[in-house]
């Protein structure tokens, strides 16, 4: 799966660490995220999607 999650990030001026603390996640689950190696629950990418003021649609290409 693909992620815009870096790009949207960076549009917030968020870190890594930051979007992983607004969402209750560990550093390392965002890092996997954008890399594609995770595809997360409904209730993480609408968490994340949250933190981004975007949609999951918008966020997580499937």
Known sequence: MKT???EL???Y???QEDLAN???VRR???VFLEQGKY???LRLAHDVAKA???RIDDVFVF
């Open 4 to 6: 815009r999650i870096k």
């Open 9 to 11: 990030r960076a549009r």
């Open 13 to 15: 001026g968020m870190t």
């Open 22 to 24: 607004k969402v209750g």
């Open 28 to 30: 390392e689950t965002i």
């Open 39 to 41: 595809n997360p629950s």
């Open 52 to 54: 981004l003021k975007s």
